[in-house]
C-alpha cells in the first residue's frame, strides 16, 4: 500500500495543471499535510497501510455512501434483493421496498434511506437526495443592476448603504429603469469587531454564511423605533445625528466607508430598540423565525454575546469555551440569555428588511429581484466554524495554484469543508446556508462555484504553491443546490471564471445552473485569441463587462487601471509595457464594436454604452451592469493582490472625477438615464426626474 492510494481514498489530486496540458506533481510534503488534516497519521509506512485498511474495510461494511443521489453509480453496486427502507423528510409514511435495479417515485427532498443486502453482511443508513434534473430557468431573458450595497449610500443611511437603501433602489430601478434584477455582495454576518484593530471589511470573508449582517439594518424602518421612550427617543436622535455626520464625511468630504463607526452607532440605537417590547403579533412571528432558526440560530447568536466578553475571534478565547457543546459554554450562554436573545432580534429584524426589499423589487415589476451573493468560505475565527468546528479541516486554508496569471498561487485565508464530514450529516450546513440565502432572492450567485468540485487546501506553513487539490462530492451539492433553487423557484448562477477543470461548465449546463461571461474574458482562446463575436457567445450565463474584483470600464478605457497598478506596485513589467498590452486590447474590442455598429464616437461615455450594447447582440440569459459603470466611476471596488495599499471595498460609488454620488443623486443622473436608454431601449421608460438634487 501507499501514501498515493491514502490520498485517492480521501480525494486528493496527485496533480494538477497550472495551464492546460501542463501536469505540474504535487509535493509528497503536501500530500501528508493534508492528510493530516483529515485526521490520518502517515508517520510510518506501517501507519499508512493501517489507514488504508481501516478507511476501504469501513467502505465495504456499507451498503451505500454516507450520502447519496438518487440515481447515482453507487446504486449500481447494490445486489438485488437488499432490502431498502426510505423515511421521508418532513415525516409522513415509510416506504420499503426489495431492490430490483430502480428506485421507487419519492417526493424530492433529502430523506433517510436504510439498505440492508440479503445476507446481512453490508448494512447502512444514508442521506438520499431526490432532486429534480434541472433548476428553474430565468422567466425570460433579462437585464438587472451589479451594486456592492455597501457603496450605495442614500441621505438616509447612517454612513453605508443598508436594507432600506436596497428597498429603495428595487422600488426606483425596476419601475423607472425596467431592470429585473439586482444582483449585491455577500450580506453574511461580518466578524465581530474588535475595538483595537479595524475589521476586515471584505464581504467575502465573513464570520458566518448562515445568517445576514446586522450591520445593514435601515434603524429608522424597524416597528418598534417608533414606540421609543423620550429619553430613548433623544439618545437614538443624537445618534442618528452622528450618523449623518459620517455620511457627509463619504458623500461630501471623501472619507471612506467606515464599518466599525457605522456599527458603532446603530449598535447603540439597536439597544435602545431591543429594550421595546413586541406587540403580540410581532412577538409570535418573533417566536416562529426562533423555532425555524433552531439550534444554528442559537449557537450564532451566542457566539456574537461571547465575542463581546471575550473578543471577536473565538481561538482566543478560554479553552473551555471554544467547543460550543460544553457544559462551560451552555452555563455561559445562560447567564447571557438576554444579550443572546437580543442577537437573534436583530437577525430576524435583518431577515425581516431582506423580504421587504424582495418583495418591493418585484412589485416595482422586476422578474428575479434580489440575487444574493454565497462567499466561498468564513474566517477562520468567526462563527461558523466555532458552530461547527468539526465539519472544517484544521490548520488548512483555501487558496488558488500558480497559474498563467499569477505565478505565486493565492491563500484566501478560508479554512475549507471536509468532505467526508459533509457526507455523513447529509450537507446540512450547506443545506441551511443555501435554504437562508433562497428565502428572499430570485437568484443566488455562487462565488467559485468551481470550488463544489474541488478546492486547492494550503496546509498551514505551506506557500500557495505547495498544496493540493480535494475532490467534493459535485453530485451532492450540484443536487442538493438545485433542490433548494427549485423549493424557491430561484435561479442558479456560477461564478465560473478563471481555471476551470475540463467537464465543470457541461456539469453545471446539464443542472441548468447559468455560467459567468465577462467581456474582458471573452475571446476565441482555441484559434486566434481575438474578441469572441456577439453570436458565439453562450446563452446560459450572467454577462457582464466587468465585476467588483475587476477595472470598471472606464478606467479600463482611460489607462487609469494600468496606472494604478503601477503605483500600488503590482506591475511584473513597466507601466509603458502595460499599457501597451490593455491599449492594444481596447483597440481590439473598440474596433469589433464599430464594426457592429456599435460605435463610441470617440466619447468616454458613448464607449462605455457600446460594450454594454455589445452584451444586449449575445444571446446571454442574462445581462448584468455594473452600476458604477453607468455612472462612469474610474474606482475599482477591489483590487485583489492589495491590503492597506488599497481602501478595497469602502468606496461609495463615485462619478468620472470621483465626486461620491448618493442614491438620490444616482437617481437623478442624465448620464445615468442616457445610459439605460441606450442600453436598454426596450425597457427604459425613456424618464429623468428633474430638479436639482444634492
Given at each position: ?18 495551464s ?9 510534503a ?26 476501504e ?248 454575546a ?24 451552555a ?42 451573493d ?44 471536509r ?74 448562477i ?8 475540463r ?10 445552473i ?13 484559434h486566434?485569441?481575438?474578441?469572441l ?19 470598471s ?9 494600468a496606472?494604478l ?6 506591475l511584473?513589467g ?37 460594450f ?24 475599482p ?18 462619478d ?39
Amino acid at each position: 500500500m501507499s501514501l498515493a492510494r491514502l490520498a485517492v481514498l480521501h480525494g486528493i489530486d496527485s496533480s494538477y495543471e497550472p495551464s492546460p496540458d501542463t501536469p505540474q506533481k504535487v509535493s509528497p510534503a503536501a500530500v501528508r499535510a493534508v492528510l493530516a488534516a483529515f485526521g490520518v497519521d502517515t508517520s510510518t509506512a506501517e501507519a499508512i497501510d493501517d489507514a488504508v485498511r481501516a478507511l476501504e474495510e469501513k467502505r465495504r461494511a456499507r451498503a451505500l455512501p454516507e450520502t447519496v443521489v438518487a440515481g447515482a453509480r453507487a446504486f449500481a453496486a447494490l445486489p438485488t434483493g437488499t432490502r431498502m427502507v426510505v423515511a421521508p423528510e418532513g415525516g409522513g409514511a415509510n416506504v420499503e421496498w426489495t431492490w430490483s435495479g430502480e428506485l421507487p417515485q419519492l417526493p424530492y427532498g433529502v430523506h433517510q434511506l436504510y439498505a440492508e443486502t440479503s445476507d446481512g453482511r453490508r448494512a447502512s443508513t444514508s442521506h438520499l437526495i431526490v432532486a429534480p434534473d434541472r433548476a428553474p430557468a430565468p422567466p425570460a431573458r433579462c437585464h438587472g443592476l451589479l451594486v456592492q450595497l455597501y457603496s450605495l449610500l442614500s441621505r438616509r443611511s447612517w454612513g453605508m448603504g443598508d436594507l432600506g437603501d436596497l428597498t429603495e433602489l428595487a422600488a426606483w430601478s425596476g419601475r423607472s429603469l425596467g431592470v429585473d434584477f439586482l444582483q449585491v455582495n455577500p450580506l453574511h454576518a461580518g466578524v465581530p469587531p474588535d475595538p483595537d484593530v479595524p475589521t476586515d471589511p471584505s464581504p467575502y470573508r465573513p464570520s458566518s454564511r448562515r445568517f445576514p449582517d446586522p450591520v445593514h439594518l435601515r434603524i429608522e424602518a424597524i416597528e418598534e423605533y417608533a414606540y421609543l421612550a423620550p429619553g430613548d427617543r433623544d439618545r437614538a436622535a443624537d445618534l442618528a445625528g452622528q450618523a449623518a455626520r459620517l455620511r457627509e464625511a463619504v458623500l461630501e468630504k471623501g472619507a471612506l466607508i467606515d464599518r466599525d463607526a457605522v456599527w458603532a452607532l446603530k449598535a447603540q440605537a439597536l439597544e435602545l430598540i431591543a429594550a421595546v417590547p413586541l406587540g403580540p403579533g410581532r412577538r409570535a412571528a418573533y417566536c416562529d423565525f426562533l423555532a425555524e432558526g433552531g439550534a444554528d440560530l442559537e449557537r450564532h447568536a451566542t457566539h456574537r454575546a461571547l465575542a463581546e466578553r471575550h473578543g471577536p475571534d473565538w481561538r482566543t478565547w478560554p479553552e473551555e469555551l471554544r467547543d460550543p457543546a460544553s457544559a462551560a459554554t451552555a452555563r455561559a450562554a445562560a447567564a447571557l440569555r438576554d444579550r443572546v436573545d437580543v442577537h437573534c432580534r436583530l437577525i430576524w429584524l435583518a431577515d425581516l428588511q431582506l423580504a421587504e426589499a424582495q418583495s418591493a423589487a418585484r412589485e416595482a415589476g422586476m422578474s428575479l429581484g434580489l440575487i444574493h451573493d454565497l462567499a466561498v468560505g468564513v474566517h477562520p475565527g468567526g462563527a461558523d466554524t466555532w458552530a461547527h468546528g468539526g465539519l472544517y479541516a484544521a490548520g488548512t486554508s483555501v487558496g488558488a495554484p500558480p497559474d498563467a496569471f499569477n505565478a505565486q498561487g493565492q491563500d484566501w485565508g478560508l479554512p475549507p469543508w471536509r468532505p467526508d464530514r459533509l457526507a455523513e450529516c447529509g450537507y446540512a450546513p450547506f443545506r441551511a446556508i443555501l435554504r437562508g440565502l433562497f428565502a428572499h432572492a430570485g437568484a443566488v450567485r455562487i462565488d467559485h462555484i468551481m470550488g463544489l468540485f474541488r478546492l486547492w487546501w494550503i496546509p498551514e506553513g505551506h506557500p500557495p504553491t505547495d498544496g493540493a487539490y480535494v475532490r467534493y462530492d459535485a453530485e451532492a451539492l450540484l443536487a442538493l443546490l438545485v433542490l433548494e433553487a427549485h423549493r424557491a423557484g430561484a435561479v442558479v448562477i456560477g461564478e465560473d471564471l478563471g481555471t476551470v477543470e475540463r467537464g465543470v461548465r457541461e456539469a453545471l449546463a446539464a443542472r441548468g445552473i447559468l455560467g459567468t461571461s465577462v467581456l474582458w474574458f471573452e475571446r476565441d482562446w482555441a484559434h486566434d485569441g481575438r474578441p469572441l463575436p456577439p453570436e458565439r457567445w453562450r446563452a446560459d450565463c450572467l454577462a457582464t463587462v466587468t465585476t467588483h474584483d475587476l477595472p470598471s470600464t472606464a478606467a479600463k478605457l482611460t489607462g487609469a487601471h494600468a496606472r494604478l497598478r503601477h503605483e500600488l506596485g503590482l506591475l511584473s513589467g513597466t507601466l509603458e509595457a502595460e499599457e501597451a498590452v490593455e491599449g492594444a486590447e481596447v483597440r481590439e474590442w473598440l474596433a469589433l464594436l464599430d464594426a457592429l455598429g456599435l460605435p463610441g464616437a470617440g466619447s468616454e461615455e458613448q464607449e462605455i454604452q457600446a460594450f454594454y450594447g455589445f452584451l444586449r447582440r449575445t444571446p446571454a440569459r442574462l445581462v448584468g451592469i455594473w452600476l458604477p459603470d453607468a455612472a462612469g466611476d474610474r474606482r475599482p471596488q477591489n483590487v485583489p493582490g492589495t491590503w492597506d495599499e488599497y481602501p478595497n471595498w469602502r468606496l461609495p460609488v463615485a462619478d468620472g472625477e470621483g465626486r461620491p454620488l448618493s442614491l438620490e443623486a444616482l437617481a437623478a443622473s442624465p448620464r445615468l438615464h442616457a445610459f439605460m436608454a441606450r442600453v436598454a431601449p426596450d425597457r427604459h421608460p425613456g424618464r429623468a426626474p428633474r430638479g436639482p438634487v444634492r
